[in-house]
């Protein structure tokens, strides 16, 4: 089983300033990791997927980064819709998927 | 435009039973692999389940096994997760989701319906 820590549980940071958030898999998960977005009441939205490759209509301020077992999602300049909770996903294990606990980006 | 609506949520008492279903329009169903993903209250993302677009393979997470039974009716357009020997640990909102490019990471999701299991 891969286990997905994400860090950190909460990040305060103030609207214009960049965030970064990490994510670590117990075991190489090579590039396939999938980052998601999910606001209040609303169903998860994918960002990234392949560690970096940004999905259909996602701003060029959403960028992932990494391979193996560490990964980032950094948000350039954060908007003010973009205060959420964010959960990266292995897929390397496929079908047995396993999601991290959350980073909840919150307005400082 | 792709639209998933699941139904079927409610209250049920430990150790019984709910169907789920998930209706979809949109884009081809039967081309489609599909997906149950669940999220207690307050806390994190679980997969729960896959079929193939046929229905030939299926697979399931482990706390879920044996209890639950996933199904579709191309025919209908529509996704099933049948549960049975409902625990408490089982209450969640339950999505179903699939990815409109890859059978890995999910693009598209329902809105969810709320399972919760208590007496």
């Known amino acids: 089983e891969i286990v997905m820590t994400q860090s950190p549980a909460t990040l305060s940071v103030s609207p214009g300033e960049r965030a970064t958030l990490s994510c670590r898999a117990s075991?190489?998960?090579?590039?396939?990791l999938a980052w998601y977005q999910q606001k209040p009441g609303q169903a998860p939205r994918l960002l990234i997927y392949g560690a970096s490759t940004r999905a259909t209509g996602i701003p060029a301020r959403f960028s992932g980064s990494g391979s193996g077992t560490e990964f980032t999602l950094t948000i350039s300049s954060l908007q003010s819709e973009d205060f959420a909770v964010y959960y990266c996903?292995?897929?390397?294990?496929?079908?047995?998927?396993?999601f991290g606990q959350g980073t909840k980006v919150e307005i400082k | 435009e792709v639209q998933l609506v699941e139904s079927g949520g409610g209250l049920v008492q430990p150790g019984g039973s709910l169907r789920l279903s998930c209706a979809a329009s949109?884009?081809?169903?039967?081309?489609?692999?599909m997906n149950w993903v669940r999220q207690a209250p307050g806390k994190g993302l679980e997969w729960v389940s896959y079929?193939?677009?046929?229905?030939?393979?299926?697979y399931y997470a482990d706390s879920v096994k044996g209890r639950f039974t996933i199904s579709r009716d191309n025919a209908k357009n529509s996704l099933y997760l049948q549960m049975n020997s409902l625990r408490a640990e089982d209450t969640a909102v339950y999505y179903c989701?699939?990815?409109?490019?890859?059978?890995?990471?999910?693009?598209?999701w329902g809105q969810g319906t709320l399972v919760t299991v208590s007496s």
């Open positions: 075991q190489s998960v090579s590039s396939n």
């Open positions: 949109g884009f081809t169903f039967s081309s489609y692999e």
């Open positions: 989701a699939f990815g409109g490019w890859s059978t890995y990471y999910f693009d598209y």
């Open positions: 996903q292995q897929y390397n294990n496929w079908p047995l998927v396993a």
């Open positions: 079929i193939s677009s046929s229905g030939s393979t299926i």
